[in-house]
């Protein structure tokens, strides 16, 4: 399973996105989060290939690539524990 966020590195919501990642690794050690800009080609890809709309976006897709859970907004970010939930499949 991964777990990933799209968002923008330079937006307004990018250092709470970022304080999210630092803060989730330090209280699941051993359990990432990828972060992907939505400005690169691989963040685009993972936009378009799943219907993201709004960000930024936390993603939950299993390991054959179906999309599991997401949530969108910067009000909206899942609870560390129910991410970790997922991230540990």
């Known amino acids: 399973m991964q777990v990933a966020i799209l968002y923008r590195p330079e ?4 250092r709470r996105v970022e304080e999210y990642v630092a803060d ?4 699941h050690p051993g359990e ?3 972060t992907y800009n939505i400005d690169s080609i691989e963040g685009s890809h993972m936009a378009q290939l799943y219907g ?6 936390v993603l939950a897709v299993a390991d054959d690539g179906v999309l599991q859970q997401f949530w969108t ?10 991410l ?4 540990r499949q």
């Open 52 to 57: 993201i709309m709004e960000y930024p976006a």
């Open 11 to 14: 937006s307004e919501y990018s």
């Open 24 to 27: 989730f690794e330090r209280f």
């Open 32 to 34: 990432n989060i990828k």
């Open 73 to 82: 907004g910067v009000d909206k970010m899942p609870l560390m524990n129910d």
């Open 84 to 87: 970790a939930y997922y991230a």
